[in-house]
């Protein structure tokens, strides 16, 4: 079903864009200290926040985004019977519980007894400001305005790094695009091809998803207080539905060790253009945004018509089945691998046909190779700290930049779609039948249980040798964490009205 333009005005900016061309961006982190007033603030911000339909019809030069956590609904005074209705991961939180610590790799130094937020304390309220110019003034101005009901956690002042993330490399390339005009007919025979196109509900609540079904989210009694003020549900006509139009937002604050991952490269290859290659293959992608698995002729659905998206996004893995191209380890393999997950000869017709469909399990451990339709995300995220380059980098007396991602993902499904992608493709060391790996950029080089270690890369070679490398030190500490809900506006009113 279309997306109708009365929606647009309902979704917040974000589901429709980065704001990229906004280069200035600050996250703050709020704590209710004051329900009533906390609430009092948050109807009045609730006018300014920038909706998908503003970002339609007009040039916004700066916008503000508001994300609450089940925390922050509580602190606000929602009816615990209404939080319920959210899913289990986003009431428990990111760091709620060992074992989901445990399945996001978040141990060791990424534990979140050592984070800088999120760990022991979770923030109730993210502020998102984006601007093209004068972001500080706006700010100050924002903070001044909170009153008595809110106190600032953190602030998270965030880096323009021209498009690059700090280890060099464009970010933001590959992103799956939502099907705003309801074209998507899920479980068809379109399915046995790879597409980029996806239905609304994978990332909005309230809307079909990729199994023509609409994910679990509160649904209210139209009697119950503040009900009446949101739409029917389309799955229940009897309820209102509070999840419409809204998301579940995941926000990470990811430290990478710029110098110590040029450093260890430098450290396997002599010459530049070999260190680049080295660096390369642990992505994917050149530095300069291409994939290394070759682009095919035909289109893909969801790609294109730009030309820069087709030269960078028309491919899948069929074309480079042995990884000589694009080894099976790399990050953009594991974070979506396309066709990748459907290795020729491994499986029969059937199979192939109950994954494609989505029929299969949902048991998170052992569907290692699902469908990658089910598990995508929109990537949001923007750059902290200082940029070095790589040469810099090498040098002994290389600052620490202190740089970092602070990674930002939404989606309809914490479980099948973020943790999923995280759990089972890039940290997992049984991904694609390899075994001793994880994620060349991401993995906490931890041993899994029964000793499996997970510090080596290997690359396959024309040769029939594969190229392993053992020993890769973790370049990525999580540093703070959070499960957030992107509400749909009037959701947010709702929110707001107690
Ligand atoms: C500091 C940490 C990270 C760095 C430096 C990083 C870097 C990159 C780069 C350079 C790309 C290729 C360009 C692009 O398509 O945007 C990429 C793609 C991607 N990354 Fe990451 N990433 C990080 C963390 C994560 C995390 C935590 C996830 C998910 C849990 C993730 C999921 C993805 C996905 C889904 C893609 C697109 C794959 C595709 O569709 O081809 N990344 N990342």
């Avoid at 990111?94 to 141990?107: F, N, P, Y």
């Amino acid at each position: 079903m279309a997306t109708p333009n009365s929606e647009f005005a309902d979704i917040q900016g974000l589901l429709w864009s980065g704001y990229g061309s906004l280069k200035q961006a600050c996250f703050l982190l709020l704590r209710v200290t004051d329900a009533a007033a906390a609430r009092a603030w948050l109807r009045d911000v609730s006018e300014s926040v920038a909706t998908v339909e503003q970002l339609r019809r007009e040039h916004v030069g700066r916008a503000m985004q508001i994300a609450l956590t089940a925390d922050g609904m509580r602190a606000l005074g929602v009816a615990s019977t209404v939080i319920d209705g959210f899913s289990a991961e986003f009431i428990s939180g990111m760091a709620g519980e060992e074992g989901r610590s445990r399945r996001l790799g978040d141990v060791a130094a990424s534990a979140p007894s050592l984070w800088r937020w999120g760990g022991a304390q979770e923030p109730h309220i993210l502020l998102m400001l984006y601007a093209e110019e004068n972001l500080d003034a706006w700010h100050l101005q924002i903070e001044a305005g909170l009153g008595n009901g809110l106190a600032v956690l953190h602030r998270l002042p965030t880096t323009d790094m021209g498009g690059m993330e700090p280890f060099g490399f464009i970010d933001g390339v590959s992103q799956p695009r939502i099907d705003w005009s309801g074209e998507r007919v899920p479980g068809t025979s379109a399915d046995l091809e790879y597409g980029n196109l996806l239905t609304a509900g994978e990332f909005l609540l309230g809307h079909r998803n990729e199994y023509g079904r609409y994910t679990d989210r509160p649904l209210l009694d139209p009697a119950q207080p503040g009900a009446a003020s949101l739409v029917v549900a389309e799955d229940d006509p009897a309820r209102r539905d509070l999840g419409r139009n809204g998301s579940y937002l995941v926000m990470r604050e990811l430290a990478q060790d710029v110098r110590g991952f040029w450093r260890f490269i430098a450290a396997q290859a002599v010459h530049d253009g070999d260190r680049i290659a080295l660096a390369e293959a642990m992505v994917g992608r050149l530095m300069s945004g291409d994939a290394l698995a070759p682009t095919r002729g035909q289109p893909i659905r969801g790609v294109g018509p730009n030309e820069l998206d087709i030269a960078r996004n028309q491919f899948t893995y069929d074309e480079d089945r042995d990884g000589l191209r694009c080894p099976f380890g790399a990050h953009i393999r594991r974070a979506n691998p396309r066709t990748g997950d459907m290795p020729g000869g491994r499986q029969g017709l059937v199979t192939r046909l109950i994954r494609l469909l989505g029929l299969g399990h949902q048991d998170l451990s052992e569907d290692l190779i699902a469908t990658s339709r089910f598990h995508r995300i929109l990537r949001r995220g923007r750059e902290f700290g200082d940029r070095i380059d790589r040469q810099v980098a090498l040098r002994p007396d290389a600052p620490d930049p202190r740089g970092g991602l602070y990674f930002i993902c939404l989606n309809a499904n914490i479980a099948r779609q973020f943790e999923f992608i995280q759990n089972a493709w890039l940290i997992s060391a049984k991904f694609d039948g390899m075994s001793g790996e994880a994620d060349p950029l991401l993995g906490n080089r931890e041993p899994m249980p029964a000793d499996h270690r997970t510090d080596g890369f290997s690359m396959p070679q024309p040769s029939g040798v594969t190229r392993r490398i053992d020993g890769l030190p973790a370049f990525i500490t999580v540093r703070g964490g959070a499960y957030f809900f992107l509400p749909g506006l009037r959701a947010l009113r709702y929110f707001a009205a107690g």
